[in-house]
């Protein structure tokens, strides 16, 4: 019944371990170096790489809802919607989606005429800070529009998610008995506490107003939603294992 499921898991794995190898060994290397510098190559390369890899982990996130709302509200047709073929398309979708989507954002960000400078006031290459350093308003509003239009997207998933979990939890309480309900809930919780860990450090990194932004809040907002999702998304999903729970109780 969860091979789709275990095999959408180990696409976010893949992602996760993506996502902190892009960003991490390097903020280490200039931590240990006492150099924060980095090339405009590699500055180009991060970006791509980091666009990438977090908008293939929310399209796949968003497809991980549609596999609880199938496995749950129509199970009987569960191997039939979600067949090995179908499961692949669905991830392939994810990746390749969020692959023109980073091409198309890295490409237009260094498209701009970059003369305000070239210290990016971050530990990683990221689009806002980077936007600063444009002196071309004709350009940086055309890259205000894709992040516009990024955001409809995102909110269309969102919303997405949000009516199949509408639809989970309605068939969940309609369960007649108490463990089939905890049964039921048990497998959507580990994907809830990632989306919602996911989504609202994004959201405060990304529309916390400019008056309440310092330096190290900046900093400590984007470890929050850059670093310590993926590194937390294999644990969430291990506390679902017996074996690891019980570990856990022994070192508490």
Request: glycine share 4%; proline share 5%.
């Amino acid at each position: 019944l969860h091979t789709p499921m275990y095999f959408f898991l180990l696409n976010l794995s893949v992602l996760d371990l993506g996502f902190i190898s892009t960003i991490v060994p390097k903020a280490m290397a200039n931590s240990l170096l006492d150099n924060r510098s980095i090339s405009y190559a590699g500055c180009v390369t991060q970006l791509f790489f980091f666009v990438f890899l977090i908008s293939a982990e929310y399209f796949l996130l968003t497809v991980m809802a549609y596999d609880r709302y199938v496995a749950i509200c129509q199970p009987l047709h569960y191997r039939t919607l979600l067949d090995t073929r179908a499961c692949a398309h669905m991830a392939a979708a994810a990746w390749a989606t969020a692959f023109l989507y980073a091409l198309l954002h890295t490409a237009n960000t260094f498209s701009l005429p970059l003369c305000q400078g070239n210290a990016v006031g971050q530990f990683f290459c990221e689009i806002p800070h980077i936007l600063k350093l444009s002196c071309s308003h004709s350009d940086y509003l055309r890259e205000i529009g894709l992040l516009v239009v990024s955001c409809c997207l995102g909110f269309g998933c969102f919303v997405f998610m949000l009516g199949s979990y509408i639809g989970i939890f309605r068939a969940v309480l309609r369960i007649p008995l108490e463990q089939g309900r905890h049964k039921a809930f048990s497998t959507c919780l580990p994907h809830v506490a990632v989306v919602s860990l996911f989504v609202s450090t994004a959201m405060f990194a990304y529309l916390k107003t400019p008056s309440i932004s310092t330096p190290t809040l900046d900093l400590v907002v984007s470890v929050l939603y850059s670093v310590v999702p993926p590194a937390v998304n294999p644990l969430i999903y291990s506390l679902r294992n017996q074996e690891l729970k019980d570990a856990l109780r022994k070192l508490m």
